[in-house]
Every structure is written in structure tokens, then in C-alpha cells.
């Protein structure tokens, strides 16, 4: 079973930066693909983007621009770089290793007001 651990996570002022790290139990290396995702409670949880294990990413519309995924295959963790962050942000974020694994981890809280 695939674990993963989201941190990061926290108070910031709108316009700041926040970067996520998650962390896998495995080889990243091994996942084909890793994912971001957000969920506001009540809500759906919804896409921020993807890496591939060629280390392609792919990007929700409200991410592009403004979000950053990368990944550090030697410490087996996936980061999500969030800059010019605005209130409608706000939310708890999850990474998942989506394929093939379907494994998420317990997600890190968000909350970008001044």
C-alpha cells in the first residue's frame, strides 16, 4: 500500500506563496502519475494538476500560471508551488498517486485571508 503525506499547508495573506510538499512511501518513480487536488468542504474535490512520471505536467484553467507542480525523485516527494494566492484558494489540498496506484494521503489546510 502506497502512503502518502501532504505538508505545507497553513495561513497566507492574499498575493503570498505557499509551496506543498508530498511525500511517498515509495518510488515516485514508480507512479505513473501524481496529482494535486483541492476540496472545499461540501464540495466535490476537484483537479489542480498533474506530473507524469516523464515529469510532463498538466494544469486545471484556475491553476494555470499561478500554480507549480514539480517532483524530486531522490526524496521521493511532489511539490505544488502556489503563488499570487487569492481567498477563493482556500481550501484543503491532497496529493494523490493516481495511477496506478489510487492512493491519497490526508491532505493540508490552506487558507489564504488577511
Known amino acids: 500500500q502506497v502512503q502518502l503525506v501532504e505538508s505545507g499547508g497553513g495561513l497566507v495573506q492574499p498575493g503570498g506563496s505557499l509551496r506543498l510538499s508530498c511525500t511517498v512511501s515509495?518510488?515516485?518513480?514508480?507512479?505513473?502519475?501524481l496529482g494535486w487536488f483541492r476540496q472545499i468542504p461540501g464540495n466535490e474535490r476537484e483537479l489542480v494538476g498533474i506530473i507524469t512520471n516523464r515529469n510532463r505536467t498538466n494544469y486545471s484553467d484556475s491553476a494555470k500560471g499561478r500554480f507549480t507542480i514539480s517532483r524530486d525523485i531522490a526524496k521521493n516527494t511532489m511539490y505544488l508551488q502556489m503563488n499570487n494566492l487569492k481567498p477563493e484558494k482556500t481550501a484543503d489540498y491532497y496529493c494523490g498517486a493516481v495511477s496506478p496506484y489510487d492512493s491519497w494521503g490526508q491532505g493540508t489546510q490552506v487558507t489564504v485571508s488577511s
Open positions: 515509495i518510488s515516485i518513480a514508480r507512479i505513473d502519475v
